[in-house]
């Protein structure tokens, strides 16, 4: 493995340091899937992601790809599973890669890692490392994918209006209050 | 504003670009916001930051904090606010910076750009970044907060096991299938 997307496999670590804060497996597996899943992408599709797992593969996906959790095109839909899709953002058409379980076989370090049997202290991260970049795609699967009308398109938030509780402005349709002072606010009392 | 975090001005203009795809009013705005948030942090306290809408302000912050969405620093509860909150990962302790809409008077195109007055193609957006940079600080508050403790913390995954249906490794916790497989799955017949 030489390249992961358009950069050097140096280059990428360097950059998964300043983003992410540490060259964490997850972020150089999720580099390898992500370098897939766009040489499978027909040249010219303007693509969105989709992400299976709110840990590590989203910032993969942000370095990689154009798609980034606030421009909107990066969607995470955190089912545990350690597998992303680019999809076609116009048709819902696009490929999904994912770790093979039956691919894994004598690759222990990145097996142990996947299914959690070692505490983080007692891995071995420079040979996980080493068997990432050594499997490069040959512990992934891909298939193709259709994904469902309600992850496709943007929503427009629709008129904005004063709260007439906190007094900041909100969504209207989100109802006679904004959701935070309808109850979903993050703060409690300090 | 000359400078945004540890950037020129112009820095940040051209990492926004890179990042998220074009200088997005809201990243400039929201680049203000982060810089203002991050001064309110007492030096050497490790923050998380939690952030009220989906919408570009999640790129200000992973661009100018080591939060970031696959690194679980960064939580997007999307109220439909453009605010923001950094907050010691321990004690739940921080600061909430949003903007205040009784200091927006004159500010006409941040106005009509926040309440969505004008459909985009008729925003004058060399005037709205023009008056963002202009304003700075001035048109922000800011209030201590205590954050909920369920958003302090990770919580593990706990033991991973393969789905009987799928055959792809998934948190057990999450059931007898994994949450794909229960119907959570984003994808439809092709």
Redesign the interface.
Known sequence: METIGRYSYEQYLKMVED???SQ?P??ILGGVMVDYAISRMPPGVLFDA?C?T???????I?LLT?C??????????D?????L?LYDKYTG?GV?I??D??KLKGWTEIFNW???LKPKKEQDKALLLAQMEQAGRAILSER??????Q?LGKTS??????CPQC?????KR?GAL???CQG???????
Not at 68 to 77: F, I, P, Q
Not at 167 to 171: H, K, L
Request: glycine residues 12%; contains cysteine; charged residues 20%.
């Open positions: 983003f992410h804060g964490a997850g972020l989709l299976e709110a840990a590590c593969l989203p910032d993969a942000q154009p980034t959790t606030g421009n909107g095109w990066l969607k995470v839909v089912l545990g599973l350690f597998a899709s058409q999904r994912f770790v379980p039956e996947l299914y959690k193709k994918v259709m994904i469902k009308d992850y938030k629709g008129a904005i209006a004063n007094g900041e402005p909100y969504p989100d904004c959701l935070s979903g606010s993050p703060y409690g009392k300090e």
